[in-house]
């Protein structure tokens, strides 16, 4: 997609799984083991993938009940969940990987010069961990996790805050992201969205969200900054700051 009116950024985050991390693997490896222990059938690392991308919580219940939106009874449910955080503790990243172009596409921002921060609703319990482990923790100067302030994706209550520690208008700031969770997420905070098209988004083109930009890998995150255009920056005394009630 043409960056039509997509502005240099003062800032970028980045979200963590479907983004940087494939971390299905690993998922869809601790829902099976959960399943098994409670004398249920598996559901298989393919069906898992289409759950992913609202939290921990709300992947167990559709793993429960076989559906996006179902709701198991609340005692299986109090059984299931524990165990299922428990099997992930030890599996954080196992078998989860950076994705292709992951890399490079960290290295060009930072040769650019652009402060980075990660964004996730994944708990810090298991975030902190799969960064370390693969290598990224040190490529961010924030990471905000889903427990990390009361309020996760889609609120925008995470990004504004971002903004807010490095200083930036959220208008000269860019969330990357792979759902429609981080688009609304970004409008919400008045951030540029720029989206993946892989990833999670349950099946659905993330196109149809309408992003302000999408990349096929992080590794064009170079060739995109280059065609970003260079409007005004937006100083910490500037109305769009007063209008995120920064």
């Known amino acids: 997609m043409t960056p039509v009116g997509l502005r240099r950024p003062s800032m970028i985050l980045i979200d963590v799984d479907g983004t940087l991390v494939d971390s299905v693997p690993d998922l869809a490896w601790c829902v099976d083991r959960m399943m098994e222990r409670l004398g249920l059938p598996v559901r298989g690392e393919a069906t898992v993938r289409e759950w992913v991308g609202n939290g921990a919580e709300r992947l167990v219940r559709r793993a429960l009940t076989g559906r996006m939106e179902g709701e198991p009874d609340e005692a299986l449910f109090e059984r299931a969940y524990p165990m299922f955080l428990d099997l992930y503790a030890a599996n954080t990243c196992v078998r989860s990987t950076l994705y292709p172009g992951v890399r490079e596409g960290l290295d060009s921002l930072e040769t650019a010069g652009i402060p980075l921060g990660c964004v996730t609703n994944k708990v810090a319990r298991f975030t902190e961990p799969l960064l370390e482990h693969l290598g990224l923790r040190d490529d961010f100067a924030l990471v905000l996790s889903g427990d990390s302030l009361p309020r996760k994706k889609p609120d925008p209550e995470p990004l504004l805050h971002a903004a807010r520690f490095f200083g930036v208008a959220p208008a000269d700031c860019w969330l990357i992201g792979d759902s429609v969770n981080d688009v609304r997420a970004a409008?919400?905070?008045?951030?540029?969205?720029?989206?993946?098209?892989?990833?999670?988004?349950?099946?659905?083109?993330?196109?149809?969200?309408?992003?302000?930009?999408?990349?096929?890998?992080?590794?064009?995150?170079?060739?995109?900054?280059?065609?970003?255009?260079?409007?005004?920056?937006?100083?910490?005394?500037?109305?769009?700051?007063?209008?995120?009630?920064?």
């Open 187 to 246: 409008r919400a905070a008045a951030f540029q969205a720029v989206c993946v098209t892989y990833g999670y988004n349950h099946g659905r083109d993330i196109r149809a969200t309408r992003p302000d930009a999408v990349l096929d890998s992080l590794a064009e995150l170079g060739g995109l900054l280059e065609r970003a255009g260079t409007a005004r920056r937006t100083s910490l005394g500037d109305g769009v700051l007063a209008r995120s009630g920064l």
